[in-house]
Structure formats: structure tokens, C-alpha cells
């Protein structure tokens, strides 16, 4: 709960406020577990605490897909669920802690709250942000200059002294919309030839790599 304070700022006084009035719930999940679906109320918005959980949709033939994910002070709302064939929930990937606020209640008591302004205006930002990144990545023309797409986007927001997939190698598999044994096939190939170097899900992008320049490399 100290975490979910300090990251909006909220006062114990204001929390026990929200929660005393059904608009903030804490709630502590297992693996694999749904945190929020289509049928959901669509005015309900998970803020992450701890952990991480991905948006997955699952296709008639029962193909998952990682549409995105969301990590520690990131947030997810049904409003933003794409408009997908078959299904789509958000679920976690191991435990985690999530606070519930709903936006309807909130706006309906506190028309003047301060922090829903930015609670929404992030949630946006941040949903639009991640998509266009995954939209890039998605839209690279080989296998290569998708991965290195991908990890150059973590090496910039994760620091230079190499970066750690936020999932495991058949989650990233999922992300990317490739089959996982020809990705790592390839992630085999970029270590021989220098381009990267990893120790399991850790990975280090050799410095001549670190620039835009790589993709045009891609098989």
C-alpha cells in the first residue's frame, strides 16, 4: 500500500477515503490468474504494484497472442482492450499486487480529485506509447530486425549495462508473433556473429549494436 501512495501521491487519509468508498481495492494475485476481462466494468482501471501482467487475446483455434504488458507503475483499463476476434483479459504472468480504482465513482464523488486528470492522462500516454513501440517491432520485415528492434527499446529504457526480458523466451515468442524455435535459432546466430550476448534472460547489446543502424542488417 506504501507503494500505491508514494506513486500518486496519495495521503493515508485519501486512500482510506477511496477505499472506505468502493473506489480503491488492493488485491494480491497467483500466476496465471485474470486480473481483468471484456466483461468487466469498462470504467474499472488496474494500476500494477508488483509483478507484471500481460494483455493476451486467445483466437478461435486457441492461439494466444501478448498484445501488450505492463510492469510496476504501469496501468490498464478495459476502455483500451482492442476490438480483437475471440477473446481478451489481462493476466498475470507470476504473482503480483494490483490496486482497483473506478473511474466512474471516482469522477461521480471527486469531480475536483486532482490525481484523476493524471491517472487517465498516463494510462493513455502509456497505452499509445507501448502500442506504436509494438507496432514498430511488429512491423520489422525479418525475424533479426524484429528482436533487435525489441531490444533496443529495452536497452534505452533499461540502462546500458545490458537489460533482462520482462518474460520468459516463449512469452517474448508470443509478443513478437513468431514461432519460438525459429526465434531462438536466431538469437543463436547473433550470438555467433557477435551482435549480442545473454545469460539466460539477461542480454547485453555489443555498443556497435546499440544504434538504430543494426536493422538494417536483418536477414
Known sequence: MEQFIGFWDLTKEQQERLAADGMLNIRTFGKRKVLMNQDDDADNVGVMLSGTAFLESMNQEGQRRILDYYEPKESFTRKCFPDVEGVCYVISRSGCQVAFLNDRKLSSAYKKYEKRGQLLEEILMGTQKRALMHADVLGQKTLRQKLMTYF???????????FSLPFSYTDCADYLFVD?????????RMKEEGLIRTEGKKIWLEEKNCGEDIREKGR
Do not use: P, T, W
Open 180 to 188: 519460438r524455435s525459429a526465434m531462438m535459432r536466431e538469437l543463436g
Open 152 to 162: 533496443q527499446f529495452l536497452n534505452r529504457r533499461k540502462g546500458r549495462d545490458g
